[in-house]
């Protein structure tokens, strides 16, 4: 598995603290990309608006914590049995995510620098009509009353609007208002990629994050199974449809 560790002395005794590290490693990773890959990289425009724009959206997607949430996480849980199965599959799928930006991960004794990272137990199951693809999954809301989840306060969450039924219906009618006689088509995809990219504000990243082989893996990103993921993600939806 390709991982991030961080080795070179002086990053380790700086004391960095963890959310000015993960703006850095943010707004690098998308400058570094730049400059190893050519105009013609489909990506290009891309990392291009990820550097520009991460410190600005890092001001939206805050999540708030309950008066209860500790300090310190007092215990660390273990990830669900099912992942030993599938060991080679989420070795590769930690690194296309880490690849693509929404990952960091780091060597076990870095939780002495930053212990304030919350570990949540991660479990692995097949994605539907395939045998080799599997899903990851952060279990935010284990253990029970001392959990991510549990220690999240949804109160000043965006407000979610939700209703592709009559969106779609709108949309078709004025389509065929606007061009009667024409043939409606409509595009299918799957939408999951494009959330793993919306990004957690970096003084909260920390909450957010698992152990895989000794290494411990931090979600730069609003993670599916967090409670607070919906709003931020029909939040990032309405801006783009703005």
């Known amino acids: 598995m390709i991982g991030i560790t961080i080795t070179d002395h002086k990053q380790r005794s700086s004391e960095f603290a963890f959310p000015k590290l993960q703006v850095l490693l943010s707004l690098t990773a998308g400058s570094s990309r730049l400059t190893r890959n050519s105009l013609g990289d489909p990506n290009y425009l891309y990392l291009n608006l990820r550097a520009l724009f991460t410190e600005q959206w890092d001001s939206i997607a805050r999540d708030v914590w309950n008066d209860s949430r500790p300090k310190l996480q007092h215990i660390r849980p273990l990830n669900h049995a099912s992942i030993g199965k599938y060991l080679l ?6 690194a296309k995510v880490q690849q693509d930006g929404c990952y960091l991960i780091v060597e076990p004794d870095l939780l002495n620098q930053w212990p304030e990272i919350f570990i949540s137990t991660t479990a692995v199951v097949d994605k539907r009509g395939s045998k080799t ?8 809301s284990f253990p029970g009353g001392v959990s991510v989840n549990d220690f999240t306060s949804t109160f000043n969450f965006p407000t979610i609007s939700y209703n592709p039924p009559r969106d779609i219906a709108r949309r078709i009618f004025a389509l065929r208002k606007r061009h009667p006689g024409h043939p409606i088509l ?20 920390h909450m957010f994050a698992f ?12 993670g599916f199974g967090w409670c607070g993921s919906p709003a931020f993600y029909s939040l990032a939806g309405s801006l783009i449809n703005h």
């Open 211 to 222: 152990r895989f082989e000794g290494f411990v893996v931090i979600d730069l990103a609003c």
């Open 186 to 205: 409509m595009m299918l995809g799957d939408m999951s990629l494009t959330f793993r990219h919306i990004p957690m504000n970096a003084d909260h990243v």
């Open 89 to 94: 599959q989420v070795r590769e799928h930690l």
């Open 133 to 140: 693809t599997i899903r990851v999954i952060n279990n935010y």
